[in-house]
C-alpha cells in the first residue's frame, strides 16, 4: 500500500514556473512507477510524466522539454518542475503509483493539487 500526498500547486502568470512535490509513505516506494497525471474541467485525464524504478522518464508531447520529472527515492518524493507555464497546463494534478503508470493507469493516486495558470 502506498499513500500519497501532493503540494505546491497554485496561481501562477503564464510563463512563470511552479515546483510540485508528492509525498510517499511505504517502504516499497523506489519499486514503483510513479507518474504526474493532470485533469481539466470537461476534458480527459491525461498523463503528463511518468518516471521508472530505474529512473527513466518519459514526458507528454504537450509539456517537453518544459517540465520535468524527478524522484528522491531515500525522502520517498516525486517532484514536477514545471516551467514556461502557459494558460492550457491549469488543471489538477495528481502524484500516481503503480506498474501501468506507463499505459496510464495507476493503482495509487493522491488526492490533487489545483494548478492554475493565468493569462
Known amino acids: 500500500q502506498v499513500q500519497l500526498a501532493e503540494s505546491g500547486g497554485g496561481l501562477v502568470q503564464a510563463g512563470g514556473s511552479l515546483r510540485l512535490s508528492c509525498a510517499a509513505s511505504?517502504?516499497?516506494?523506489?519499486?514503483?512507477?510513479m507518474g504526474w497525471f493532470r485533469q481539466a474541467p470537461g476534458k480527459q485525464r491525461e498523463l503528463v510524466a511518468a518516471?521508472?524504478?530505474?529512473?527513466?522518464?518519459n514526458y507528454a508531447d504537450s509539456v517537453k522539454g518544459r517540465f520535468t520529472i524527478s524522484r528522491d527515492n531515500a525522502k520517498n518524493a516525486l517532484y514536477l518542475q514545471m516551467n514556461s507555464l502557459k494558460p492550457e497546463d491549469t488543471a489538477v494534478y495528481y502524484c500516481?503509483?503503480?506498474?501501468?503508470?506507463?499505459?496510464?493507469?495507476?493503482?495509487?493516486r493522491g488526492q490533487g493539487t489545483q494548478v492554475t495558470v493565468s493569462s
Open positions: 518516471i521508472n524504478s530505474g529512473g527513466s522518464t
Open positions: 511505504g517502504r516499497t516506494f523506489s519499486r514503483y512507477n
Open positions: 500516481a503509483a503503480g506498474s501501468g503508470i506507463y499505459s496510464g493507469r495507476y493503482d495509487y
